[in-house]
């Protein structure tokens, strides 16, 4: 994801601008913003400038959706039903996999080894990955222009310097595992070399 900024032209307020093709994109968007005097997104909704707003806006949405909601006077999906316990309980299990109801997800990664291994060690990798290219950008000499595949000429990858796997096992976090300092970028050939040797020495011999 590439960034780009300007400045609101009523509030001066900073707004960020993203395009997942290149800088050049994101520079493009920014250029025609500020070409057109796009305001910021609080400016734009305040006042009379957001028509949702206005009160015979307001009141003749509410009288559409009155007359035109499918499920008015219709009983509840349910009929009224509770949950089964079985059911109660596989939502409990999952809200606490997740690192229960204060929205702070994946907070029990380091507690895995009380739960299925392999499914607990998949999200684990998952949740990685996802951190390590939202931090991608923050490694030293990164180019996205040169990284690329296994046997790919010249191609460079991102490399965890304590692997995965390993991390996992001492219980470390996967916001910890994808830091930056735990990130390099490095030529194919050598990221391969260490991946062979944790996959021969480490990993399957306890898994």
């Known amino acids: 994801m590439y960034y780009a900024y300007r400045q609101c032209p009523e509030c001066n307020r900073t707004v960020q601008h993203t395009s997942k093709r290149s800088q050049d994109g994101a520079d493009s968007i920014v250029k025609l913003a500020i070409v057109n005097k796009r305001l910021c997104l609080s400016c734009a909704r305040s006042g009379d400038r957001n028509p949702s707003k206005l009160p015979h806006v307001r009141e003749a949405r509410s009288k559409f959706l009155k007359q035109n909601n499918p499920s008015a006077g219709k009983p509840a999906w349910n009929r009224g039903i509770p949950r089964p316990a079985e059911t109660k309980e596989k939502i409990r299990n999952t809200i606490q996999l997740n690192g229960g109801r204060d929205g702070k997800r994946n907070a029990n990664y380091g507690k895995f080894k009380d739960h299925s291994i392999n499914l607990d060690f998949k999200l684990y990798n998952q949740r990685i990955r996802v951190l390590t290219e939202r931090n991608k950008h923050l490694i030293p000499n990164f180019n996205e222009s040169i990284r690329g595949r296994v046997g790919e000429t010249g191609a460079y990858q ?3 310097k304590k692997s995965i796997i390993e991390c996992w096992r001492e219980g470390i976090s996967p916001e910890q595992a994808a830091d930056v300092s735990n990130l390099q970028f490095i030529p ?3 990221n391969l ?3 062979k040797w944790i996959k021969k020495n480490y990993i399957f011999k306890e898994l």
């Open 158 to 160: 991102i490399d965890h």
């Open 193 to 195: 070399r260490k991946r």
């Open 188 to 190: 194919w050939q050598e």
